[in-house]
């Protein structure tokens, strides 16, 4: 699932799409939330077609909403904020996120700005070029430049690769990369049975894509690694719980068939 397409290579592609929508989970991103939305509209300036960004505020407990607010005034008819009092994790925001987008395309995009979104216009390419209906950044691809990122987590990545694609025949170096394009018939047919809300959401999106039929391309990307405190040894055990739930609901339930 590698592309050889250049980080630097020019837009030249055709797209044949008219908007996109940025879906922008967030929770306590009050310092780099106006960064985030700042460079997707430096980024989409070139591309010359019609946008919107998305910032669901997941819960935030500092002054992210307010900023957000602040983001959806000054950008009016861009940009629009989505709210709710609970945290319930980066998978149920970004699920809210797209029932409330109205793109062809729709863009996963971290809030956290580890991935600069000046590389957007690297997937648009891909998705073009190859005909893929779904293009996910990687860490681990070999044209990728990932800055600070611990060998433990490397190995935990590794880990994570094997029992996915043991499990799902899901070939794919990486999932959990915050940066995902897919065309809005892929989310269509798959959101509606999606349970997981946090750490193996990615996964269950991804597998079922393929249970469908669904074409995933890697990318690279340029990502600078900072160190997430939420993501702790609860959370990883989590995540393994998840994903085994997942196993048991696609091949014993069969519920992602019904």
Not at 74 to 90: A, D, Q, T
Request: charged share 25%; aromatic share 10%.
């Amino acid at each position: 699932m590698e592309s050889s397409v250049s980080s630097s290579s020019p837009i030249h592609y055709k797209a044949d799409w008219k908007m996109v929508s940025f879906v922008v989970p967030a929770f306590n991103e009050s310092n780099g939330i106006a960064k985030v939305v700042n460079e997707l509209k430096e980024a989409m300036y070139t591309l010359n077609k019609r946008y919107e960004i998305l910032l669901v505020d997941d819960g935030s407990t500092d002054s992210t909403l307010q900023k957000a607010k602040k983001l959806e005034k000054m950008h009016n008819g861009i940009v629009k904020v989505l709210s709710y009092s609970k945290n319930r994790g980066k998978g149920f925001a970004l699920k809210y996120g797209f029932e409330n987008s109205k793109g062809e395309l729709i863009f996963f995009i971290d809030a956290d700005g580890d991935l600069p979104p000046k590389q957007i216009d690297r997937f648009f390419e891909i998705m073009s070029k190859s005909g893929a209906d779904v293009v996910i950044g990687s860490k681990r691809h070999p044209n990728s430049m990932v800055v600070n990122y611990p060998t433990g987590r490397k190995m935990l990545s590794q880990a994570y690769f094997l029992l996915t694609k043991a499990l799902f025949n899901l070939n794919v170096r990486d999932t959990q990369v915050g940066l995902k394009l897919f065309k809005r018939e892929v989310l269509e047919q798959v959101m509606p049975k999606i349970l997981v809300k946090r750490y193996a959401f990615d996964v269950e999106l991804l597998a079922n894509a393929v249970r469908r039929g669904y074409r995933i391309v890697e990318a690279p990307v340029k990502l600078t690694f900072n160190n997430d405190s939420r993501i702790n040894w609860k959370a990883i055990c989590d995540m393994f719980v998840d994903t085994l739930a997942i196993a048991y609901r696609m091949h014993i339930l069969k519920y992602y068939d019904r």
